[in-house]
């Protein structure tokens, strides 16, 4: 069961001279069984202090798929998460427009507050 909070990051390696950047934030996932079982659900990077709740994502066993709208101050844009959980352990990659992060993290909560 996907269901609850997870605490993650993105991790984006900029080039070989480069430091890693990495970005914190909250995922909180949840199941809508009485809408077509759509994976629904907030992301709350703390890089962009917004809350940003999306809808319409898919739950293929512990393969989760979903896109996630972000307003920024300066801009909106989209990121795409491919993911898998295991034993509260989630790893996958969110696609963005300035690039590909890994995105890996782990469930703190069976909570969901949305």
């Known amino acids: 069961m996907v269901d609850g909070t997870y605490r993650c990051s993105l991790i984006n390696k900029i080039g070989e001279e480069w430091p890693i950047l990495r970005a914190y934030g909250e995922m909180v996932l949840y199941v809508d069984h009485d809408d077509e079982d759509q994976l629904k659900g907030r992301m709350f990077p703390t890089f962009f202090w917004l809350d940003s709740p999306f809808r319409n994502g898919t739950v293929d066993g512990n393969k989760i798929h979903f896109t996630v709208y972000f307003a920024t101050p300066c801009q909106q844009f989209a990121m795409t998460i491919d993911a898998e959980i295991n034993d509260g ?19 703190v909560s069976d909570e969901v507050k949305c």
């Open 89 to 107: 352990h989630v790893t996958g990659k969110a696609s963005t427009p300035v690039g590909d992060y890994v995105l890996e993290g782990d469930k």
